[in-house]
């Protein structure tokens, strides 16, 4: 599975973007897809996963409630919907697929979320 991530960018503090994470590959939908950001000076995080099954999501405390994670598996694509930023918001966010959610077997390259004060 080869993945590419897009959608980061500056934003204000309290503004929101969409991640898209585009997927090759024809066993995509057999994949629990999953985000994972990683702030300057910090270990590697997750974010947000959803099953490859039955799209069950888990969300880290840090983001719950106002980050959506959702999967198109016909258009080999999954996103992150991220509202309400906050300046700890920063930092590269990776899309990555694995056999179970929060687990990354496949990763994209990153894409840099800024949200300034």
């Known amino acids: 599975v080869q993945l590419q991530a897009s959608g980061g960018g500056l934003v204000q503090a309290g503004g929101s973007l969409r991640l898209s994470c585009a997927a090759s590959g024809r066993t995509f939908g057999s994949y629990a897809m999953n985000w994972f950001r990683q702030a300057p000076g910090k270990e590697r995080e997750f974010v947000a996963g959803i099953g490859w099954r039955d799209s069950t999501t888990a969300y880290a405390d840090s983001v719950k409630g106002r980050v959506t994670i959702s999967r198109d598996n016909a258009k080999n694509t999954v996103y992150l919907q991220m509202n309400s930023l906050k300046p700890e918001d920063t930092a590269v966010y990776y899309c990555?697929?694995?056999?179970?959610?929060?687990?990354?077997?496949?990763w994209g390259q990153g894409t840099l979320v800024t949200v300034s004060s």
């Open positions: 990555a697929a694995g056999i179970s959610v929060d687990r990354g077997d496949y």
